[in-house]
Each structure stands twice: as structure tokens, then as C-alpha cells.
């Protein structure tokens, strides 16, 4: 069993930032990428940004390109996203997510274990 939990939310102004963790605990993967996704309201769960295990391999959603960044702790069991110059339409919930295998994905039933989500609030 693997626990993920999200931190870092809140509410912001537009053009403000923000940086998301989320920490891995229990029996984690050996190698295990990590990613986030998001809702807003009245809409699906997309994705974001992902991470390979090495960190060296990362993609992110059109929307995000340029203002958010994704990067992993030296211990691997953490993943950070980094969201600046945020928008009203970035309000979501954000969850955390990981992966059995070093390799990036950026589909939902690729990921195997979820957090409960942060809420994330941009106000203009």
C-alpha cells in the first residue's frame, strides 16, 4: 500500500504562484514516476505534468507549459510542482499520483495510487 498526500494549496491572486508536494510514504515502488493531475469544477480530470524516476524525462500539459514546473526530492518519494503565474481557470483540485515503472505517463489509468487532492484557488 502506497499513501500519497498533497500539500501546498490555497487561494491566490492572479499572477501569483504556488508550489504543490506531495509525499509518497508506505510500501512505494522501487522506481516509480510521479504526476500530477487536476479538476476544475464542472469538468474531468486531466493531466498536468509528469516525471520520470530519474527526473530526466518530464512532460506537461499545453496549458501549463512555461508557468509550471515539476521536479523531484533527492529521495524520490517526494514530487513538487511549482505553479507561477497562475490563472483563474488554474482553479482545481490538484492530486498527486504514482506509477509502477521509471517511465513517464500521462494517462489516469496508468497511474496506480492517488491522493486525496489540494485545493487550489486563484482569484482575479
Known amino acids: 500500500q502506497v499513501q500519497l498526500v498533497e500539500s501546498g494549496g490555497g487561494l491566490v491572486q492572479a499572477g501569483g504562484s504556488l508550489r504543490l508536494s506531495c509525499v509518497a510514504s508506505g510500501h512505494t515502488f522501487s522506481m516509480y514516476a510521479m504526476a500530477w493531475f487536476r479538476q476544475a469544477p464542472g469538468k474531468e480530470r486531466g493531466f498536468v505534468a509528469a516525471?520520470?524516476?530519474?527526473?530526466?524525462?518530464?512532460y506537461y500539459a499545453d496549458s501549463v507549459k512555461g508557468r509550471f514546473t515539476i521536479s523531484r526530492a533527492n529521495a524520490k518519494n517526494t514530487v513538487y510542482l511549482q505553479m507561477n503565474s497562475l490563472k483563474p481557470e488554474d482553479t482545481a483540485v490538484y492530486y498527486c499520483?504514482?506509477?509502477?515503472?521509471?517511465?513517464?505517463?500521462?494517462?489516469?489509468?496508468?497511474?496506480?495510487?492517488w491522493g486525496q487532492g489540494t485545493q487550489v484557488t486563484v482569484s482575479s
Open positions: 499520483a504514482v506509477r509502477d515503472g521509471a517511465s513517464l505517463a500521462f494517462a489516469e489509468h496508468e497511474y496506480d495510487y
Open positions: 516525471i520520470s524516476w530519474s527526473g530526466g524525462s518530464i
